[in-house]
């Protein structure tokens, strides 16, 4: 029998169409915790450097090493380590799984790690962050409107929140970008998966 070779190309739109069909926070949780070991080495030619492309975002706008940050959906901790590595300090972790967290621990890149949903209000106290970033997490079956409204909620005022988003999720979600009151400071944009456009997008609380 002959051995069909599944192009590198499918395969990659299998395990982003695999986690994006999850229909609760609860699967996609454990989605996450299946994929966390091999997460890393999976999107190392098509993710890795978004998460390094909104650090470098980040130092533009907010470069005070010890400020107090949140990597929101911080998962395996691709962020954190590009934080680190421009010598932020003080980068605190939440994610719905666990397991990506386990391995985000490892890395020794964050102050704190919390297992939370983002959709809890009570997730963190108000006003209690200098910036809080969200690589990847703005998506389809992941965070939505309520996740971005907690979000807010966490910034201390002037606090700048960084998002990632892919042009069509962006449609999505522009209605309640341009109702909170804050600034649109910096977009870049950049392809990925071919034919996608993905923002990297930086806000400030207050106008
Ligand atoms: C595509 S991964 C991105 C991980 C990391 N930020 C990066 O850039 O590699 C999305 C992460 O967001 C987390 N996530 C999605 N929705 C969430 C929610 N409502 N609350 C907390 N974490 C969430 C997932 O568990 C997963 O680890």
């Known amino acids: 029998m002959t051995k069909v070779q599944v192009p590198e190309e499918e395969k990659k739109r299998e395990w982003l169409s695999w986690i994006c069909d999850s229909q609760t926070p609860e699967e996609l949780r454990d989605k996450y915790d299946t994929w966390a070991n091999s ?18 975002a ?27 590595e421009l010598g932020y300090t003080k980068v605190i972790a939440a994610d719905l799984s666990q397991e990506m967290l386990a391995v985000a621990k490892k890395k020794q890149v964050y102050k704190e790690l919390y297992q939370c949903n ?6 963190f106290a108000k006003e209690t962050f200098d910036a809080i970033l969200a690589t990847g997490v703005f998506a389809l079956a992941h965070a939505g409107v309520a996740v971005l409204h907690n979000l807010f909620g966490y910034l201390k005022p002037d606090g700048v929140l960084l998002m990632t988003i892919r042009g069509d999720y962006r449609n999505q979600m522009q209605e309640a970008l341009d109702k909170l009151p804050w600034s649109l400071v910096s977009q870049d944009e950049f392809g990925i998966y071919e034919t996608d456009t993905m923002y990297v997008l930086v806000f400030r609380k207050g106008r």
């Not at 890795?48 to 492309?53: A, E, G, K, T």
């Not at 907010?62 to 954190?80: C, E, F, H, V, Y």
Request: zero cysteines.
């Open 118 to 123: 983002l959709e809890d209000s009570q997730a």
């Open 58 to 84: 980040l130092q533009k706008v907010l470069p005070t090493k010890d400020a107090k940050i949140l990597d929101a959906g911080a998962g395996t901790g691709l962020l954190g380590e590009a934080l680190a």
């Open 39 to 56: 997460y890393d080495r999976d999107v190392e030619k098509d993710w890795r450097f978004m998460p390094r492309n909104a650090a470098l």
